[in-house]
T-cell receptor, first 113, second 112 residues
């Protein structure tokens, strides 16, 4: 596709439930990035992929967060046992290389209640 | 620590005036990018300037980069109400993690 597609747009989960977010990058882009934005403030980097391989996972809270980018499937970000502080907008972006412009999706707003 | 820091945090001007936002960063970079975020929406890429470039233009946008001062500025000329948004700078460091590192953004309000 010509744009990064994120689903769902909104997700509400009870504390302790699992949340799974999806991202379809632009066709032909090798890199996928996940960011977390809390309260319209800074974008916190979570993880990036080069094709299906993890490229950089320095931002991932590993105990509850996991992510995958498998061939011929949307990328996914999964949060096990959600906490209130996980409430945020999660953005996915893709780019051709790590040094070129990134195209962002419209985000998934996760609300943990 | 935050790589990019924008200044000011908020800016309110009259339509037609020019708006200038600044960004400072800490480490050597491959490139610096500016993005716009309208309320509740995703980021829109505005302009990318590489470390060997000093100035770049795109329509009403002018970006400068001073690698000796580790700073960049975004100038929007003849502002319009539709320019109201948050503007973020993001850097790609040369060493270490290869990813976009964002600043905290400048909230720009254009008053009609």
């Amino acid at each position: 596709g010509e744009e990064v597609a994120q689903t769902p747009k909104h997700l509400v989960r009870g504390e302790g439930q699992k949340a799974k977010l999806y991202c379809a990058p632009i066709k032909g882009h090798s890199y996928v990035f996940w960011y977390q934005q809390v309260l319209k403030n800074e974008f916190k980097f979570l993880i990036s992929f080069q094709n299906e391989n993890v490229f950089d996972e320095t931002g991932m809270p590993k105990e509850r967060f996991s992510a995958k980018c498998l061939p011929n499937s949307p990328c996914s970000l999964e949060i096990q046992a959600t906490k209130l502080e996980d409430s945020a907008v999660y953005f996915c972006a893709s780019s051709m290389t790590v040094n070129t412009e990134a195209f962002f999706g419209q985000g998934t707003r996760l609300t943990v209640v | 620590s935050q790589q990019g820091e924008e200044d000011p945090q908020a800016l309110s001007i009259q339509e037609g005036e020019n708006a200038t936002m600044n960004c400072s960063y800490k480490t050597s970079i491959n490139n610096l990018q500016w993005y716009r975020q309208n309320s509740g929406r995703g980021l829109v890429h505005l302009i990318l300037i590489r470390s060997n470039e000093r100035e770049k233009h795109s329509g009403r946008l002018r970006v400068t980069l001073d690698t000796s001062k580790k700073s960049s500025s975004l100038l929007i000329t003849a502002s319009r109400a539709a320019d109201t948004a948050s503007y973020f700078c993001a850097t790609v460091p040369i060493q270490g993690a290869q990813k976009l590192v964002f600043g905290q953004g400048t909230r720009l309000t254009i008053n009609p």
